[in-house]
C-alpha cells in the first residue's frame, strides 16, 4: 500500500504526466456539463415519462452517458463515429483504394482519418433524423414547427463532432484514448446509482444486507475474469539475426510477439447484439408475428434461447472480427523485413501460416470467453438482480471499463518507467525487459 502512495506522488512530480492527466480530467468534465444540456425547444418534462431506456436505447444511452434519455446535445455520443470507423475499416479490406491508403503510413492515416470525419457527419445526420422523430417528437409541440427538426438535427451533429474532437484533444493532449475514456465516462455515471439502488432494494426488500455482499463479491469475481481475457496472450518467440555495423552489433536478441486471446475486444458483442434486436423490431412493426413462441423467446434476453443464439453469433462475430483486423502474412513480412525468424518456421508464408494457426486455436477460447462473459447479465437478472445493475456484471460495459482503464494504466506506467519510477502495474515485463505491445491499431477501442 505505501509503494501505491508512492507511484501515486511519483505521477505528480513529471510536469508532463500531471499536466496530460488534469488536461484529460478538465476535458471530460466539459463533455459531462455538455451531457446535461437540452436540446433547443424540447419539453424535458414530457419527455422523461415517455423516454425508453431498455432495448437498444438503453444501450445507446449507456453509451451516451444518459445523455440519450435526456434529449442532451450529445445525445448521440461518439457512437457514429464508432460506426463511420468500423465501415471505413471494412472499406480497407474491400476497397482497393482505401486498402492503398492503409499502406501509406502517416499520410495515409490522414486521409483516413478524414473521410471518417466527413462519414461521421452523414451517419450523425441520419441518426439525428431517427432520434428526434423517434424519441422526442411524439411528446413535444413543436412538432408543428418546420425548422425543429432542421435545428437540432443540425445541433446533435455540432454536438457529436464536439465530442469527437474532444476525444481527438484527449488523446493528443491528455492520456489514453480518448474516445474510449468518453465512453467508459459515460457507462461509469450509471454506476453509483445502480449500485445505491440496489443496496436499497435488497435491504428494504428480499435478500437483506447478506445477498447484496454476495451480489458485490460476484462482480468483482466477474471483473477479474474478466481482466484476465482482456489481458490474456499467447508469446511467440521471435529470433533477430545479427548485424555488425562498423564496431557495433545489432540483433542478435529474442523477442515476442504477445497475440492475445481476445484480439476482437468488444466487436463481436456489439456486432451480435444488433442482430438479436432485430425480432424485437419485427414484433414492434408487426404486431401479429409478436404471438410467435419463437419471436417471443428471442425477444426475452433472459430466455435460454436467445442467450444460445446470442453466444453462437458472438463465437461467430469473434472469429469474424479477428480474420478482419489480424493480418498474419503482414506480419510475416514486417518480420522478414527486419530479420526476425520464428525459430524452426521457415519465414515468409510458412511463418504467417503458423501465426494463422496459433491465432486460430487461441480464438476458440476466448470467444466463448467473451460469450460467457455477454450472457451474465441476463444470468443474474434471473437470479434475481436488477436489471440496471446487472448490466455492470458482464456484456459490452464491463469488457470496456476494463479494457480503457487496463489501457490508460499502461500509459500511465510507460510515462514513469522512463523517467525510472516504480510502475503501477507488474504485469508485461519479461526478465527485466517490457513486453512488445501487442496490436494498437490505432483505432478506438469500445
Known amino acids: 500500500m505505501k509503494n501505491f502512495f508512492t507511484t501515486l506522488s511519483n505521477i505528480w512530480k513529471i510536469d508532463d504526466l500531471r499536466v496530460r492527466i488534469t488536461n484529460t480530467l478538465l476535458f471530460l468534465l466539459i463533455y459531462r456539463v455538455g451531457s446535461f444540456v437540452v436540446l433547443p425547444g424540447v419539453n424535458f418534462n414530457s419527455l422523461t415519462a415517455k423516454q425508453g431506456t431498455e432495448g437498444l436505447a438503453g444501450l445507446l444511452n ?40 492503409q499502406k501509406e503510413g502517416e499520410s495515409g492515416r490522414n486521409k483516413i482519418n478524414q473521410w471518417t470525419r466527413y462519414l461521421t457527419i452523414g451517419i450523425t445526420a441520419l441518426q439525428a433524423i431517427g432520434y428526434l422523430r423517434s424519441q422526442i417528437q411524439d411528446t413535444q409541440m413543436e412538432i408543428a414547427n418546420p425548422y425543429f427538426t432542421v435545428i437540432n438535427v443540425c445541433v446533435l451533429t455540432a454536438g457529436t463532432m464536439f465530442v469527437m474532437w474532444l476525444g481527438e484533444k484527449i488523446t493528443d493532449k491528455g492520456i489514453g484514448n480518448g474516445i474510449s475514456l468518453i465512453i467508459m465516462v459515460g457507462i461509469i455515471a450509471a454506476l453509483p ?18 445477498m447484496f455482499i454476495v451480489e458485490i463479491v460476484a462482480l468483482i469475481a466477474v471483473v477479474a475474469f474478466t481482466v484476465l481475457i482482456v489481458q ?112 524452426g518456421i521457415k519465414p515468409g508464408r510458412d511463418t504467417g501460416n503458423f501465426i494463422d494457426g496459433v491465432i ?76 512488445i505491445p501487442s496490436g494498437d491499431t490505432g483505432q478506438p477501442v469500445i
Open 232 to 343: 490474456g496472450t499467447r508469446k511467440i518467440a521471435v529470433q533477430y539475426a545479427k548485424r555488425i555495423v562498423g564496431n557495433k552489433q545489432y540483433g542478435g536478441v529474442r523477442q515476442y510477439i504477445p497475440l492475445k486471446v481476445n484480439a476482437a475486444g468488444v466487436m463481436p458483442i456489439i456486432f451480435a447484439q444488433a442482430l438479436m434486436f432485430i425480432p424485437a423490431t419485427i414484433a414492434q412493426f408487426y404486431p401479429n408475428a409478436a404471438s410467435n413462441k419463437v419471436l417471443m423467446a428471442l425477444s426475452d434476453y433472459t430466455s435460454w434461447g436467445h442467450n444460445l443464439l446470442f453466444a453462437i453469433l458472438i463465437i461467430l462475430f469473434t472469429y469474424f472480427y479477428t480474420a478482419i483486423t489480424v493480418n498474419p502474412q503482414q506480419m510475416s513480412e514486417d518480420m522478414k523485413k527486419n530479420g526476425g525468424f520464428i525459430p
Open 360 to 435: 486460430s486455436k487461441i480464438t476458440l477460447p476466448g470467444s466463448i470467453a467473451l460469450a460467457i462473459i455477454a450472457i451474465i447479465p441476463a444470468l443474474g437478472s434471473l437470479v434475481g438482480v436488477s436489471s440496471t445493475f446487472a448490466r455492470f456484471f458482464g456484456g459490452t460495459s464491463l469488457i470496456i471499463l476494463v479494457g480503457v482503464v487496463l489501457d490508460t494504466l499502461q500509459q500511465i506506467e510507460s510515462h514513469l518507467l522512463m523517467r525510472h519510477y516504480d510502475g503501477l502495474m507488474k504485469t508485461g515485463r519479461i526478465k527485466g525487459r517490457t513486453a
Open 193 to 210: 446509482g445502480a449500485i445505491s439502488s440496489e443496496f436499497l432494494s435488497r435491504t428494504t426488500g428480499t435478500g437483506g444486507l447478506i
Open 62 to 101: 449507456m453509451f451516451a452517458g444518459g445523455s440519450f434519455s435526456r434529449a442532451s446535445i450529445f445525445a448521440l455520443g461518439v457512437m457514429p463515429y464508432i460506426s463511420a470507423s468500423i465501415v471505413v475499416q471494412l472499406l480497407g479490406i474491400a476497397v482497393p483504394y482505401f486498402a492503398k491508403l
